[in-house]
Each structure stands twice: as C-alpha cells, then as structure tokens.
T-cell receptor, first 112, second 114 residues
Framework: KNQVEQSPQSLIILEGKNCTLQCNYTVSPFSNLRWYKQDTGRGPVSLTI?????NTKSNGRYTATLDADTKQSSLHITASQLSDSASYIC???????????FGSGTRLQVQP | DSGVTQTPKHLITATGQRVTLRCSPR?????VYWYQQSLDQGLQFLIQYYNGEERAKGNILERFSAQQFPDLHSELNLSSLELGDSALYFC?????????????FGPGTRLTVL
C-alpha cells in the first residue's frame, strides 16, 4: 500500500531559527513529490515540486531535497518567521493511477 | 487568493441528507480535483476531472459523485450523509492533466453533518 509518513508530527521553534521536516514514502512507481503549506482553515499552497531526477529545489527560505533511492524528502526552513506557522504536507504522486498520496502533515509553530 | 472559488463556505445538514458542493476553477484551468480533509485522516484525494471527463479516482465513496460541466465548473454530490462525512472539502485546479502541474486550492467548504 502506498504510504507517506511525515515527521515530526508537530514542532515548536523560535523565530529566526531553522528547522527541517521529514517525509518518507513508499509510493512506487514514483512520479513527483510536492510540499504544501496549509494555514489553519485555508487551502494548501504549493511550495515545491520535484521529479525523480531533481535533488534540491528552493522557494525563498524553503529548500526541499529528494533522495529517490531511499525514498526520502526533507523541507528545510531558514530563518523562520511567525508567518511560517502552518501545517506542511508532503504529497507523492505515482505514475500508475495518477492518484496522490498525502502525508498527515507536520504542524509547525513559530514563537516570538 | 488562488483564483479557485468554492461555494458554499459552510454547510450544516443532517444525517441521511444530500448536498452539492460547487467549485469554479481558475480561468483557463481544465483540471479540477476534489479532496476531503477530516481531523483524523488529513487530506484525501477523491477524484479528478479534466475537460469534462473523469481522469483519476482516489478514495471516493460510492455515496459521493462528481461531475465537470462544459463551462469547467465542477460539483461534488454527497448523499446519504453520515456523521463521519463532516470535513473540509477542497477543490483544486490546474492548467492541464500533467503530473507536474501545480494545483491551486480553493478556500474549501466546511461540511458539518449533525
């Protein structure tokens, strides 16, 4: 069964600090992996998308990495801001049924 | 603002009832996706339509159905509602039917089944 596991489940950091969120998946065959940011009660917003051949992709202070061999991805947030407080969701797309498999998310809270 | 609109914003109904959720994609987008987000299960992909035709199915119950109309708006019909159907329902759209297209999410419809 295709699965996407995210860790930690929740995280509290101080403003200005860096953090790294993890995503492990078993989806196969693999097409691409996306990271979304979701504010409470709002729709998710795409941060990055990476295909099999991409190892790193940045979007401002967000940098995603992908190791397709070990089926692991990480999202690194640099110099965190209060507005980074949100849930971060890892989504993996397979090649077969075109369906998307969502992780349960990491709830990040940035405190002043 | 993603450009995707969903109505209604909130919906409260009783078990056994039927409701229809509506989604208007971003201008020019041909693909529409429906998702369910409940507290205990996170985001779940339900179904995708591309230019009026069903393209992919996820964990959509038989009590649920969807369609995409010629003007590209989409409706998600939920029938014989159960308490467990209470959730946020999101619609997303993308320009084409490409696996790498970014999906733009609407603000969601919060459904409460009493």
């Amino acid at each position: 069964k295709n699965q996407v596991e995210q860790s930690p489940q929740s995280l509290i950091i101080l403003e200005g600090k860096n953090c790294t969120l993890q995503c492990n998946y078993t989806v196969s065959p693999f097409s691409n992996l996306r990271w979304y940011k979701q504010d409470t009660g709002r729709g998710p917003v795409s941060l990055t998308i990476m295909t099999f051949s991409e190892n790193t992709k940045s979007n401002g202070r967000y940098t995603a990495t992908l190791d397709a061999d070990t089926k692991q991805s990480s999202l690194h947030i640099t110099a965190s801001q209060l507005s980074d407080s949100a849930s971060y969701i890892c989504v993996v797309r397979g090649t077969g049924r075109r369906a998307l498999t969502f992780g349960s998310g990491t709830r990040l809270q940035v405190q002043p | 603002d993603s450009g995707v609109t969903q109505t209604p914003k909130h919906l409260i109904t009783a078990t056994g009832q039927r409701v229809t959720l509506r989604c208007s994609p971003r201008s020019g987008d041909l693909s529409v996706y429906w998702y369910q987000q409940s507290l205990d299960q996170g985001l779940q992909f339900l179904i995708q339509y591309y230019n009026g035709e069903e393209r992919a199915k996820g964990n959509i119950l038989e009590r649920f159905s969807a369609q995409q109309f010629p003007d590209l708006h989409s409706e998600l019909n939920l029938s014989s509602l159960e308490l467990g159907d209470s959730a946020l329902y999101f619609c997303a759209s993308s320009p084409r039917d490409s696996r790498t297209d970014t999906q733009y999410f609407g603000p969601g419809t919060r459904l409460t089944v009493l």
